[in-house]
C-alpha cells in the first residue's frame, strides 16, 4: 500500500513538472525546433528535465502584448507620478 502511494506521488510530481516547464517554454520567444527540442529535453529526463528548463532559461523572455494607447503603470512612475498608495503615505 505505501509502496503504491509513494509511486503515485513520484507520477503525480514527474507530470506537474513537465506541465511546468511546457508553461515556462509558452513563456519564452524561440523557434519551434527549439521549443521541441527542450520539451522533449522535459520529457526524457523525468525530474532533471524540467530543472534544466528553468536553469537554463532558452529564449527570450515574451513581452505581453499591450493595446495600442494603453499606458502601463510604469509609465505614470517614470514620468514621476506618484501611485494612489504614495500619495496617501506623502500626505
Same mark, same amino acid.
Do not use: H, N
Given at each position: 500500500?505505501?509502496?503504491?502511494?509513494?509511486?503515485? $506521488?513520484? %507520477? /503525480?510530481?514527474? +507530470?506537474?513538472?513537465?506541465? #511546468?516547464? *511546457?508553461?515556462?517554454?509558452?513563456?519564452?520567444?524561440?523557434?519551434?525546433?527549439?521549443?521541441?527540442?527542450?520539451?522533449? $529535453?522535459? %520529457? /526524457?529526463?523525468? +525530474?532533471?528535465?524540467?530543472? #534544466?528548463? *528553468?536553469?537554463?532559461?532558452?529564449?527570450?523572455?515574451?513581452?505581453?502584448?499591450?493595446?495600442?494607447?494603453?499606458?502601463?503603470?510604469?509609465?505614470?512612475?517614470?514620468?514621476?507620478?506618484?501611485?494612489?498608495?504614495?500619495?496617501?503615505?506623502?500626505?
Amino acid at each position: 500500500m505505501a509502496t503504491t502511494v509513494v509511486r503515485i $506521488l513520484l %507520477l /503525480v510530481t514527474i +507530470l506537474a513538472m513537465a506541465l #511546468l516547464a *511546457f508553461l515556462y517554454l509558452r513563456q519564452r520567444r524561440m523557434a519551434w525546433s527549439e521549443f521541441c527540442a527542450w520539451g522533449l $529535453l522535459a %520529457l /526524457v529526463l523525468p +525530474l532533471l528535465g524540467p530543472f #534544466l528548463v *528553468f536553469v537554463f532559461r532558452p529564449g527570450e523572455f515574451r513581452d505581453k502584448k499591450v493595446r495600442p494607447g494603453a499606458t502601463r503603470k510604469a509609465d505614470g512612475a517614470a514620468k514621476g507620478e506618484k501611485g494612489p498608495a504614495e500619495r496617501v503615505i506623502s500626505s
